[in-house]
């Protein structure tokens, strides 16, 4: 089983719509990060979260943290093909000492 | 702030030969970087972990006589793919992170070829 799951995998959207990303760990975080990436960039930071049930906002994209601190989610609010990209949560974890681990990624395409 | 230069972003080398990446923290000190491999439309493989000064952490199934990984200073660190082959090629991006700090920002990425 893997430490940090993310989902879905891949997500083609139409302009205008709703989506949510899921990140979930069978651990406790100490912190979250959630990142951007475009094809032959390195990732970019979005948001870090580290207290349970935080909230932060960036324009069209919510990130919210979990209480039990295991668990996050991307909500982006009208999709626009600026937003294709693939999207990565990463987390540290106490008992990993400082190493940031990677969910899967989430490939979003968001169609004109 | 936080910027990270990782150079080049693209090498061809001929099989056998050997490779160094560069990855720079430019306007903080990185205590700890990390370098990572990636395949296409997946996510990032964390190679190895390294602190100042001290040897770097390898993950288990990277080769550490094979990539060589170098943290002379809090600003720079070095990844030398030895003895390349082309099964090698991929995307390589390194991170980086001040010590009190919890994000880690990375750099533009190098893609390897490797002929």
């Known amino acids: 089983t893997q430490l940090l799951e993310q989902s879905p995998q891949f997500l083609s959207i139409q302009e205008g719509e709703n989506l949510t990303v899921y990140c979930n760990s069978s651990?406790?975080?100490?912190?979250l990060q959630w990142y951007r990436q475009e094809p032959g960039e390195g990732p970019v930071l979005l948001v870090t979260?580290?207290?349970?049930?935080e909230v932060k906002k960036l324009k069209r994209l919510t990130f919210q943290f979990g209480d039990a601190r295991k668990d996050s989610s991307l909500h982006i609010t009208a999709a626009q093909p600026g937003d294709t990209g693939l999207y990565l949560c990463?987390?540290?974890?106490?008992?990993?000492?400082?190493?940031?681990?990677f969910g899967a990624g989430t490939i979003l395409r968001v169609k004109s | 702030g936080a910027v990270v230069s990782q150079h080049p972003s693209r090498v061809i080398c001929k099989s056998g030969t050997s490779v160094k990446i560069e990855c720079r923290s430019l306007?903080?000190?990185?205590?700890?970087m990390f370098w990572y491999r990636q395949f296409p439309k997946q996510s990032l493989m964390l190679m190895a972990t390294?602190?100042?000064?001290?040897?770097?952490?390898?993950e288990q199934g990277v080769e550490k006589d094979k990539f060589l990984i170098n943290h002379a200073s809090l600003t720079l660190s070095t990844l030398t793919v030895t003895s390349a082959h082309p099964e090698d090629s991929s995307f390589y991006i390194c991170?980086?992170?001040?010590?009190?700090?919890?994000?880690?920002?990375f750099g533009q990425g190098t893609r390897l070829t490797v002929v």
């Open positions: 990463a987390g540290t974890y106490m008992e990993y000492g400082n190493k940031l681990v």
């Open positions: 651990s406790v975080f100490s912190s």
């Open positions: 306007d903080f000190q990185a205590t700890t």
């Open positions: 979260v580290v207290t349970g049930g």
């Open positions: 991170s980086a992170r001040e010590w009190d700090r919890t994000e880690a920002f």
């Open positions: 390294s602190n100042e000064g001290s040897k770097a952490t390898y």
